[in-house]
């Protein structure tokens, strides 16, 4: 079985000619963390100074990069934001932190 993975952004949400393929994978524990990554690294992209997790959850709302898979496999699931909202407050958390460095 493989785990395509594809990726809108928000901004253009379902629209298949600004949709991005990302790659095949064998495991979906693989496909799972190019997901969580491009996730977190949008939302690192989006922080700015002072952001709270509700206001950096709504510009990844708006223009968030978005991955999803696509298998057979009827265990995989997926949703971007879903997990986006779920990992705004300790991106902003890590994000002060951050700030506190430089």
């Known amino acids: 079985m493989s785990y395509e993975v594809y990726e809108d952004d928000n901004f253009h949400w379902e629209d298949e000619s600004e949709r991005d393929f990302i790659g095949t994978f064998d495991t979906l524990e693989e496909a799972l963390a190019v997901c969580v990554q491009i996730v977190d690294s949008s939302l690192r992209h989006q922080y700015k100074k002072g952001f709270t997790p509700e206001v950096l959850y709504g510009y990844y709302m708006d223009f968030g990069r978005d991955p999803f898979i696509r298998s057979d ?5 997926f949703s971007a934001r879903i997990y986006a909202k779920y990992r705004a407050k300790s991106i902003c958390e890590e994000m002060v932190a951050y700030e506190g460095t430089s």
């Open 73 to 77: 496999d009827k265990d995989c699931h």
